[in-house]
């Protein structure tokens, strides 16, 4: 009889290693995976194509400090952008307008640059922290085996933990290999899709994973998406004084 | 004095060609004082009561949560309407409402046109006081070509919508058609909606026709608003010149806020206490007065202050049986619903205080204690701890919001809201404007074209002037002799004097009378004309026709100001000629 008990045991736990993880479980590796603790420089260029104009291709270098999170952006192109940028160092955020040669403090709401980005995207926030497993009608999590492409993802949808997220609901591709996210389908409140992000490229830095190619398409007008490339990749350890206003005002003569 | 003014009359009508050429000028001059003075109050008159109205409410009440300069929320929509009422009598109030309105992008026919989605309060204003005929003028400037304005109430359709006729081409829309919006809430979410076109109108004002209307409770309830929880409050007066500053400033006065105090029952395992929980300012200068009061006997400084601060009293942690680093949970009633709301809290710190404070209670950073405080607004607190804004301690507690001083002008006001970001509000601020700060930018250019138009008519009569003074020197001149006659038989100085200012009076009156019948003719014929596409302009029109606005006491001063000048002109040649010797008088000839 014990035996069998401790078969039906070793059997259930070998089952249970196989079973899928929870959305929890799979929120916080896939933070864990991308969270690169140290100092990072990058290039970024974003090619922003609208339904009815052309392409709109904006450069910027990206530096971040580790410690206290605090970055800085210079912009690059285009020409009329080029030189203006912007500082963020504890809560407090700034944009540079090289035209004026002044600093602007922005709020944590407000759009950056027009754009749809604010200050407070730029927060460093856990997945896990913000969404929680969207459960159905019979209050279990689901979680299910999909490929995207040909890459086995786990497939699952969150919902906000908070209110101030862009996006209150997500359906979330995460490879099941390396716990690294390959899409998300992106919802209103009302529940209508409004964007879907592929990450279609990752490079490996110190072990972590960081995406380097990303689109983002536009699900509600339609002919909308932005690409997204990340380049001349650098973990070195950056001066303090990178992350000052002087700094960038001199960066952007 | 009779015979002065008779004398005047006739010499006024002795040289007849002159005097109806001079009298003509003046005219003319009033004509234009009195066109001027209209059409400036005529513009003001616009500004204040079409597009300040609109834009900015004579009185606004406007509302932020933690500092988010989108996050326009006020939750307790009833104590905000309750003090309006307090403060401004009824019959002074034309109408009172939330001003709601997102950018938006609007999707059609794959069509796709930036616009503004503006809650219209139709039929469920929170005061409506307007006349008949205020409300057939509100409803005339936006011309229905197609539906009807109560179709926006349509329960059937889950969200109605009146759409400019410009906007309704660019979409390619017609009645009854559907156009998909996003925008984000006031929480910054993304959020979309189907809304149905159940009207096309045209409007007056070339800037409306960016807008997009649908009934303020149903962009409400998208845009995130509980029904208890209030956007900016806008209410517009009968009488703004009169009232406005006056009822900002008392309604600023009734708004200042209480500590916020919430009493409820902490848990840790089977232990509970009942204990009231309050939150300290965050800032730098008031936790350095805070270690002042309070001393920590247990914990990291550093962490017990920090935004996520939870802080204990000695007496209470040793009642509950907790250490620093051990959780509780903290339950208290809500205002509304009847629910419950349970925190979970991890302490970093234990103190003991000195001087009134309770031997028992728990003390949040103001970050970590509004972070639940507004979402879940706690019963009035009961317990024993009423802690008093103005003693020492008391002033270092948060409130239930934060009452910004009164702005003085449109400059005091734009700092403050540039200076948001960089105070960093953790709870709502609630700022009360007049449009004289709202607007004092606006209100600055409309004084300037009432100024500008005064001083071209100004100039027009000093070239006027000095044609009468000339006018009067020659006419002077001409009747020497008749002076010396008249002065011979007795007639004193000052007689002489007085007939001329007689005479010029009397012309000015008569030439201001028919110069204000003049401004009149043409004020109607020029506002007969229509302007179709005027562009920036047309805001300053009323259904596309320039607006004059003249008053009874507007024209009386105008006219008394030209008989006043025109008499101060005409002093000094008359002194001139009642000084007169009658014998040289006698022996002048021309």
């Known amino acids: ?253 | 004095m009779g015979l002065i003014f008779r004398l005047g009359l006739r010499n006024l009508l002795r040289q007849k060609r002159r005097n109806i050429m001079l009298g003509s000028s003046i005219a003319i001059g009033v004509m234009l004082l009195v066109m001027a003075s209209s059409l400036s109050n005529g513009i003001i008159d616009v500004f204040f009561n079409k597009i300040l109205s609109y834009a900015f409410g004579h009185v606004l009440v406007d509302v932020h949560e933690k500092g988010g300069a989108n996050v326009q929320i006020f939750r307790d929509r009833e104590y905000i309407i309750n003090k309006i009422k307090e403060t401004i009598p009824n019959d002074e109030i034309v109408t009172a409402n939330e001003s709601i309105g997102i950018n938006a992008r609007a999707v059609a026919n794959g069509n796709a046109v930036s616009s503004v989605l503006v809650g219209m309060p139709y039929k469920e204003s929170i005061i409506d006081n307007q006349t008949a005929e205020q409300q057939k003028e509100v409803m005339e400037s936006f011309k229905i070509l197609q539906g009807k304005w109560d179709d926006i109430l349509r329960k059937d359709l889950p969200n109605p919508m009146i759409i400019p006729e410009e906007k309704a081409n660019e979409l390619d829309v017609k009645l009854h058609d559907n156009v998909n919006v996003r925008f984000q809430n006031i929480y910054g979410q993304w959020q979309s909606a189907t809304l149905t076109v159940v009207a096309i109108i045209k409007t007056e004002n070339s800037f409306m026709n960016a807008v997009m209307f649908i009934q303020a409770s149903r962009l409400k309830e998208l845009l995130g608003y509980k029904p208890y929880e209030m956007a900016p409050i806008q209410v517009n007066l009968k009488n703004v010149k009169l009232n406005g500053k006056k009822y900002a400033d008392e309604l600023h006065k009734k708004l200042h806020p209480e500590i916020a105090n919430i009493f409820g029952i902490a848990k840790s395992g089977s232990k509970t206490a009942d204990v009231n929980l309050l939150g300290f300012k965050g800032d730098e200068k008031s936790v350095k007065e805070i270690k002042k009061i309070i001393t920590l006997t247990e914990g990291d400084a550093k962490e017990s202050f920090a935004k996520s601060g939870v802080l204990m009293s000695k007496a209470l942690a040793e009642e509950m049986g907790i250490k620093t680093g051990d959780t509780f949970d903290y339950t208290y009633k809500n205002k509304r619903g009847g629910n419950e709301t349970t925190v979970n809290l991890k302490l970093s710190g234990i103190f003991t205080g000195t001087g009134s404070i309770p031997e028992k209670f728990i003390l949040l950073n103001e970050e970590k204690f509004y972070s639940f405080y507004y979402e879940n607004v706690p019963e009035t607190a009961k317990g024993s701890y009423k802690p008093v804004k103005t003693d020492k301690f008391g002033a270092l507690l948060a409130t239930e919001w934060i009452l910004l001083d009164r702005s003085k002008n449109s400059n005091d006001l734009m700092q403050k809201m540039k200076d948001f970001g960089k105070k960093k509000w953790k709870g709502t601020t609630v700022d009360v404007n007049s449009v004289y700060e709202s607007a004092s930018a606006a209100v600055m250019f409309a004084d300037i074209i009432n100024f500008i138009l005064l001083i071209g008519v100004i100039v027009l009569f000093i070239i006027i002037l000095v044609g009468l003074i000339n006018t009067i020197r020659m006419t002077v001149r001409e009747r020497t002799r008749e002076i010396g006659t008249i002065r011979a038989v007795g007639m004193k100085k000052s007689d002489v004097r007085n007939m001329f200012l007689a005479e010029t009076f009397l012309m000015t009156l008569f030439a201001s009378a028919a110069g204000t019948v003049m401004a009149f003719i043409f004020m109607f014929l020029i506002s007969l004309i229509t302007f179709s596409n005027a562009g920036f302009i047309s805001i300053f029109l009323v259904k596309k026709h320039i607006h004059f606005m003249p008053t009874v006491d507007g024209i009386l001063i105008n006219v008394l100001a030209v008989i006043i000048v025109t008499l101060l002109t005409a002093f000094i040649p008359a002194r001139r000629a009642a000084k007169m010797q009658p014998s040289e008088a006698l022996r002048h000839y021309e």
């Open chain 1, 1 to 253: 009889m014990k035996k069998i008990v401790m078969i039906c045991l070793g059997i259930l736990m070998g089952l249970s290693a196989f079973a899928a993880p929870t959305v929890e479980e799979i929120l916080r590796k896939v933070e864990s995976n991308g969270e690169l603790k140290t100092d990072g420089t990058a290039k970024i260029v974003m090619t922003n194509q609208k339904a009815d104009q052309g392409a709109k291709v904006t450069e910027a270098m990206y530096y971040r400090k580790d410690s206290d999170d605090s970055f800085l952006i210079i912009m690059l192109a285009p020409e009329a952008d080029k030189g203006n940028g912007y500082l963020r160092v504890d809560d407090n955020m700034w944009m540079y307008r090289k035209n004026t040669r002044t600093f602007q403090h922005i709020n944590r709401d407000e759009s950056i640059g027009g754009s749809n980005a604010k200050s407070s995207d730029f927060e460093k926030r856990k997945l896990f922290e913000l969404y929680k497993a969207d459960v159905d009608k019979n209050g279990k999590e689901v979680v299910t085996e999909e490929m995207l492409g040909k890459i086995p993802c786990y497939k699952f949808n969150v919902i906000a933990k908070v209110n101030d997220v862009d996006y209150p609901k997500k359906t979330m591709y995460v490879e099941k290999e390396n716990f690294i996210t390959r899409r998300t389908l992106d919802y209103s409140l009302s529940g209508t899709l409004m964007q879907t992000s592929s990450f279609m490229q990752y490079t490996q830095i110190e072990g972590k994973w960081l995406a380097v190619k990303m689109l983002f398409v536009d699900e509600f007008e339609k002919g909308n998406k932005t690409l997204v490339e990340i380049s001349n990749i650098s973990t070195k350890k950056l001066d303090e004084k990178i992350f000052t206003k002087a700094y960038l005002e001199n960066l952007s003569k």
